[in-house]
């Protein structure tokens, strides 16, 4: 299994950013997938997560109403797409699926500053 993150860097506040999970290493549409993240002193928090199949998705109270979390089976990616940043988004950014157990990815940096 290996999830590789990508789309993080330097946001500014009431920018958008997009991420990306490229996914491998398991049958990816049969799997839900979720993000996470972690900024620094702080617990790692779900920020959304979408099912296998339908799309149906749910969001933590950080992802709520700014972020979207879509699928491309196809590619076997998984996007966040992130809007109306604040310093509060500051944090490193995690894929995740559980399959008999949690895989991770490496992690990507989104930092939101003027």
């Known amino acids: 299994v290996q999830l590789v993150e990508s789309g993080g860097g330097l946001g500014q506040p009431g920018g958008s950013l997009r991420l990306s999970c490229a996914a491998s290493g398991f049958t990816f549409r049969s799997y839900a997938m979720s993000w996470y993240r972690q900024a620094p002193g702080k617990e790692r928090e779900l920020v959304a997560a979408?099912?296998?199949?339908?799309?149906?998705?749910n969001y933590g109270d950080s992802g709520k109403g700014r972020f979207t979390i879509s699928r491309d089976n196809a590619q076997t990616t998984v996007y966040l797409q992130m809007n109306s940043l604040t310093p509060e988004d500051t944090a490193v950014y995690y894929c995740?699926?559980?399959?008999?157990?949690?895989?991770w990815g490496q992690g990507t940096q989104v930092t939101v500053s003027s």
């Open positions: 995740k699926v559980r399959l008999l157990r949690n895989y």
């Open positions: 979408i099912t296998s199949v339908g799309g149906s998705t």
